[in-house]
């Protein structure tokens, strides 16, 4: 039986993924406005990633018979003409903070000895060093290219192809 304390810290995290994925979307918004369109799809695909992360706590809530909180969701900022090292550089730095919470969701679970909780949190575990990752990368190839702006533009492309690998349709998540 999932305990009042665990269903009312992952309403918290559903929060957070929600915000993660609105985050995302204003990133998308800024790097569409300054003509990186691959970089602006990357993080729209990013954007569905993050609602499917909270779409699936919601679903396990319903599973568990818990009502999941329709959480309001704090407006994400981002600077204005931002370079896209720094951009990633606050992709991988947020997505440091999401571990962190997802970490300390699983230590909840565990010392609750909610056993069905920590089997579906270990899945985001696994999904955060994909994350964490994919930041990186991304991270490492920009510090590569410095000032090379054909590079970049290629860069551009190349996570332009970036494809949504998760659901993103939630009508079954009921
Ligand atoms: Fe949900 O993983 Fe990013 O934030």
Redesign the pocket.
């Known amino acids: 039986m999932i305990s009042q304390k665990v269903i009312d810290r992952i309403n918290v995290q559903i929060e ?2 929600m915000y ?1 994925a609105f985050l995302y979307m204003t990133m998308s918004a800024e790097m569409s406005k300054q003509g990186y369109t691959g970089i602006a799809k990357w993080l729209m695909v ?1 954007y569905h ?2 609602m499917f ?1 909270a779409m699936k706590f919601y679903k396990y809530l319903i599973e568990q018979g818990a009502k999941p909180a329709v959480p309001a969701i704090k407006e994400a900022q981002v600077k204005s003409g931002i370079g896209i090292k720094e951009l990633f550089t606050e992709v991988l730095k ?2 440091k903070t ?1 571990t962190a919470s997802i970490r300390e969701l699983l230590e909840l679970a565990s010392a609750e000895k909610d056993y069905a909780t920590e089997n579906v949190v270990r899945w ?1 575990i696994d ?2 060093v994909e ?1 964490e990752k994919n930041a990186e990368e991304i991270l490492q190839n920009i510090e590569l290219l410095g000032e090379n702006k054909q590079g970049l533009f290629m860069l551009n492309i190349e996570l332009g192809k970036r494809e949504l690998s998760v659901a993103s349709n939630f009508v079954s998540f009921t």
């Open positions: 957070r993924e993660s990013q990633e993050e992360h947020h997505e999401v985001y999904e955060q994350e």
